[in-house]
Every structure is written in structure tokens, then in C-alpha cells.
């Protein structure tokens, strides 16, 4: 059975951290991108990075650049995402999803711009709330 587990959430100050994990089981990380989304009250869904370990590449959304790193360790089967100097503006539920297996973007790449439709299983989402 396919499971994704979101922890880490939390209330920061602006200019705080907090490191995010997306707990997987049901599949390897090795044959799967695995990609971070979040949602603000009132908005779509927005694809910020994803990782994929088969070919190592990366993605972050250019808002989060710089500030945010993601890893991934195979024998935890867990994929970090750590949110350094927060803004306001990152208040949002953070959801963690598996991209379906082989997709590629238009770089080659496994991991690429995060797009909701090619994500089939998803995790139930944490709050992250930056707020003074």
C-alpha cells in the first residue's frame, strides 16, 4: 500500500526554520520523484521542488531559491525539505507527492517544474504558519 506522511509543520517567525519530512512506504524512492506542493488559504496548489534520486536532479520554484533545499535519504525513505529564512507569504499546508513512475520533463530530468497532474499519490498535508 502506497503511503506518504508529512511531518515537521509548525508556527515560525519570519526569518525562522523548519525542516519538513515526507515519510514514504509501498514504494522506493529510487523509482520515484517525490515532489513538495503547497496551498494558501484561498489559492490553487503550487508545485515548490522535487527531487529525484535516480538521476539526482532537483527543482525549486524561483520564490523559494535559495532558501530551500531538499534531500532524500533512501534508507530512512524519507525526503527532507528544509525552509530556511520564512516569509509570510510561505503560509501555506505543504502536501508531499509521488510523481508517477517514469515521467519526464522537457530537460530529460525526472524531477522538473512540479505539475499536479502528474502526481498520483499524496500525503495528507502539514501546516506551516509564519506569522510574528
Known amino acids: 500500500q502506497v503511503q506518504l506522511v508529512e511531518s515537521g509543520g509548525g508556527l515560525v517567525q519570519p526569518g525562522g526554520s523548519l525542516r519538513l519530512a515526507c515519510t514514504v512506504s509501498?514504494?522506493?524512492?529510487?523509482?520515484?520523484?517525490i515532489g513538495w506542493f503547497r496551498q494558501a488559504p484561498g489559492k490553487g496548489r503550487e508545485g515548490v521542488s522535487c527531487?529525484?534520486?535516480?538521476?539526482?536532479?532537483?527543482y525549486y520554484k524561483d520564490s523559494v531559491k535559495g532558501r530551500f533545499s531538499i534531500s532524500g535519504d533512501n534508507a530512512k525513505n524519507t525526503v527532507y525539505l528544509r525552509m530556511n529564512s520564512l516569509k509570510p507569504e510561505d503560509t501555506a499546508v505543504y502536501y508531499c507527492?509521488?510523481?508517477?513512475?517514469?515521467?519526464?520533463?522537457?530537460?530529460?530530468?525526472?524531477?522538473?517544474?512540479?505539475?499536479?497532474?502528474?502526481?498520483?499519490?499524496w500525503g495528507q498535508g502539514t501546516q506551516v504558519t509564519v506569522s510574528s
Open positions: 507527492a509521488r510523481k508517477i513512475r517514469g515521467l519526464v520533463g522537457s530537460s530529460g530530468a525526472y524531477c522538473s517544474d512540479p505539475r499536479l497532474f502528474e502526481y498520483d499519490s
Open positions: 509501498g514504494f522506493s524512492l529510487d523509482e520515484h520523484t
Open positions: 527531487i529525484a534520486i535516480r538521476d539526482g536532479s532537483t
